[in-house]
T-cell receptor, first 116, second 114 residues
Framework: DGGITQSPKYLFRKEGQNVTLSCEQN?????MYWYRQDPGQGLRLIYY???????QKGDIAEGYSVSREKKESFPLTVTSAQKNPTAFYLC???????????????FGPGTRLTVL | EDQVTQSPEALRLQEGESSSLNCSYT??????LFWYRQDPGKGPEFLFT???AGEEKEKERLKATLTKKESFLHITAPKPEDSATYLC???????????????FGEGTQLTVNP
């Protein structure tokens, strides 16, 4: 089955620790995205990548880092510099460069990160 | 700056009671408007993409419509399994470096009672 997988589903971290969230897709999509979701707020874009070895900051990139070494994978590292990391993290992907129309994003199941 | 406002924040319906959810948007140039359904603790599930004013799309009990300022998600004769949070998002025409980023509203939490 084609889709997006995120692991782990739940993650607990102590303050001061870095942690990496996994996102893998087998849809052969060019672009991948990381969002953060907090109660009562819309999804906010952290980082996105249109092609391998390239990525751009979203609206709330401070305290996060990413890499895109393979088309299928876009891991997100939440660093100790992120002041309020407890949230639900969502990865998405889309076929990119349909310049004539919008590109639909498809989401993974999410990772819930809790900082203890 | 692109903005999306969804209303109401929460909506309770009786099974079979039709209603509509609203998504008002401000965007420099609309590339597409998206509706997603999200169940608690899960990722958003894609429902519809609307590209231009006047467009309508349907799926089972759901129908999405689009004007130049807003979109409606009409729910006809809802069932309890339609209970979820419905998210609206817009994608604007931007430079090539901006990709297909989305701006989301905060969602409408729909509860359908049996």
């Amino acid at each position: 089955d084609g889709g997006i997988t995120q692991s782990p589903k739940y993650l607990f971290r102590k303050e001061g620790q870095n942690v990496t969230l996994s996102c893998e897709q087998n849809l052969n999509h060019d672009a991948m995205y990381w969002y953060r979701q907090d109660p009562g707020q819309g999804l906010r874009l952290i980082y996105y990548s249109q092609i391998v070895n390239d990525f751009q900051k979203g609206d709330i990139a401070e305290g996060y880092s990413v890499s895109r070494e393979k088309k299928e994978s876009f891991p997100l590292t939440v660093t100790s510099a992120q002041k309020n990391p407890t949230a639900f993290y969502l990865c998405a992907s889309s076929i990119e460069f349909r310049l004539d129309r919008a590109n639909t994003q498809y989401f993974g199941p999410g990772t819930r990160l809790t900082v203890l | 700056e692109d903005q999306v406002t969804q209303s109401p924040e929460a909506l309770r319906l009786q099974e079979g009671e039709s209603s509509s959810l609203n998504c008002s948007y401000t965007v420099s140039g609309l590339r597409g408007l998206f509706w997603y359904r999200q169940d608690p603790g899960k990722g958003p599930e894609f429902l519809f993409t609307l590209y231009s004013a006047g467009e309508e799309k349907e799926k089972e009990r759901l129908k999405a419509t689009l004007t130049k300022k807003e979109s409606f998600l009409h729910i006809t004769a809802p069932k309890p399994e339609d209970s979820a949070t419905y998210l609206c998002a817009v994608q604007a025409w931007q430079g090539e470096t901006s990709g297909s980023r989305l701006t989301f509203g905060e969602g409408t939490q729909l509860t359908v009672n049996p």
